[in-house]
């Protein structure tokens, strides 16, 4: 089905990377940096196109998203962050040629893993029963009194047994707090709230104050841009469903927005930073001396410079993580990343390279509980296995790269562990990614699930951002055990609230 939003919105985008595509042609150094812009224009527009097809869209809207965004969060996204900040989309890349070959590439093989996933996959039988299970039972019914108490619940959880120094994440081997850990997708409850109650503006200002506190004391920048990027998304999602075109006053008030939104990329940075200068005094303070401390030092003149003195002196690492001036646009594009990770396949040794996929399989097997994990041996402990991929990665090369949480590239790691095999591992991979996008909305109506609400978006990965996690055990933890644990506790959670309903019902009665 047509939609006048849809048509909009691809006119726009092609618009807009055409004038992107125009200002960097202006400014390539040599032939290399032509052939990477054409890549990546050419790229761009086909993801463009395909996504936003009247007979793609419509009916596949969160895996067409998918591809939308994983694959601009991977590569497209360079195109109009180095623009807007005035660079060529080559600089500081080291192999931008193969690196934009190779992105460009994955970008069409998940496009291709699409078509064929909707003409042999979809329709299985299989697929059907488990998307009618998810959404043909009452939990896929909003209800206000069952999210205001879940929320309250999760938050009762995360102040009392939350781990305040690593972000909002629960690390604990019992079994208690595994179970613990798997309830926190409600952490995204009250947007669920915001998607289906009236008073949007109201809400918006109420989960922009409980969200900032939370990042505040929490420290975490994911704890703000996690539900504001989700809250995007369901209106991104929903105003291309639409088929009533938006109003000259309202396409003003859109245009307007993106101009003064271009202003405040500056605050915005300078918030960032506020966040990174605090991050040192995490462990050391309680969650309300945190949210005292930011809100003290939030206009703090000089912060950036302050900051960034006091990291070079501390961490002189060759693998820099910030792609771009601003610190938001490396939220939302990943590219400088994928290009260090094609150095280690150049320069690790055969040795090296095992070393770094065997970790990658210890990460793997460590996503079951170690409670579990002892049944089968003593010799496996998960706390062996706590540094990212990628950090485990860069001390091989560079002792002063101190960080255990550096983020990585799952579509370049797979190239390095098994070279042209990737393209069938990737390809394989995107069918069940697929089947776990369109099992959790009805078909003929669009009714989503509030639980797919909850696991839409997070920076580590979500639902939308599925094929731009940062490692191979990143997305297997996902798939095979974030989601089926969410769907499970929280089907637990609406019977026990069911249950209650009933029983309040026969006592009034």
């Not at 947007?191 to 109650?197: A, G, H, P, R, T």
């Not at 918006?204 to 539900?227: M, R, V």
């Not at 506020?274 to 703090?300: D, M, T």
Request: glycine content about 2%; aromatic content about 20%.
């Amino acid at each position: 089905m047509k939609t006048l939003n849809l048509e909009n919105t691809k006119k726009f985008l092609n618009i807009i990377t055409f004038i992107c595509f125009s200002v960097q042609l202006i400014s390539i150094n040599n032939l290399n940096d032509l052939y990477c812009l054409l890549i990546l224009v050419l790229s761009n527009i086909i993801v463009i196109q395909y996504t936003l097809s009247d007979k793609i869209f419509p009916d596949y809207p969160i895996s067409s998203t998918v591809i939308f965004f994983s694959s601009f969060i991977n590569f497209g996204f360079v195109l109009y962050l180095r623009t807007l900040e005035q660079d060529l989309v080559t600089h500081d890349l080291k192999y931008p040629l193969k690196l934009f070959l190779l992105l460009g590439f994955y970008s069409l093989l998940i496009i291709l893993a699409h078509k064929i996933y909707i003409v042999k996959v979809y329709n299985l039988l299989t697929v059907k029963r488990l998307n009618s299970w998810i959404v043909n039972s009452d939990s896929v019914y909003y209800s206000k009194n069952f999210f205001y108490f879940f929320t309250v619940f999760y938050f009762i959880i995360l102040f009392f047994f939350g781990d305040r120094s690593n972000n909002i994440t629960i690390i604990d081997e019992s079994i208690f707090f595994n179970i613990l850990d798997g309830f926190k997708f409600l952490f995204y409850a009250p947007i669920v709230i915001y998607y289906y109650e009236d008073n949007k503006i109201k809400l918006a200002f109420i989960l922009i104050l409980l969200y900032g506190i939370l990042s505040f004391g929490f420290n975490s920048i994911s704890a703000l841009f996690d539900p504001i990027m989700i809250i995007f998304l369901i209106i991104w999602i929903k105003f291309l469903k639409s088929n009533k075109s938006i109003g000259k006053k309202s396409f003003f008030w859109i245009i307007l927005s993106l101009i003064l939104a271009t202003f405040f990329l500056n605050q915005l940075n300078q918030l960032t930073y506020s966040y990174l200068s605090e991050r040192q005094f995490r462990s050391e303070r309680n969650f309300k001396q945190k949210v005292n401390s930011f809100i003290k030092n939030l206009g703090a003149k000089n912060i950036i410079e302050r900051y960034q003195y006091n990291k070079v002196l501390y961490e002189k690492t060759i693998f820099p993580e910030n792609t771009y001036n601003n610190l938001i646009f490396n939220r939302i594009n990943t590219i400088l990343i994928s290009d260090h990770f094609l150095f280690f396949d150049k320069y690790l040794t055969p040795n090296e390279k095992q070393q770094m996929k065997r970790y990658e399989y210890n990460k793997l097997i460590s996503i079951m509980p170690q409670p579990l994990l002892n049944l089968f041996t003593n010799n496996f402990n998960k706390l062996d296995y706590t540094s990212t991929v990628a950090s485990y990665t860069y001390k091989i090369i560079d002792p002063n790269k101190l960080t255990d949480k550096s983020i990585g590239s799952f579509l370049i790691s797979l190239w390095i562990y098994y070279g042209y095999f990737s393209f069938l591992i990737l390809f394989l991979l995107c069918l069940p990614v697929f089947i776990i996008c369109d099992i959790f909305y009805k078909r003929n109506y669009f009714i989503i699930h509030p639980l797919l609400i909850m696991l839409l978006y997070r920076t580590p990965g979500g639902v939308i951002n599925f094929l731009s996690f940062e490692s191979l055990n990143k997305l297997a933890y996902f798939m095979i055990r974030e989601v089926p644990q969410s769907i499970i506790l929280y089907m637990i959670l609406y019977s026990f609230f069911k249950i209650y309903n009933l029983n309040k019902f026969n006592k009034d009665e």
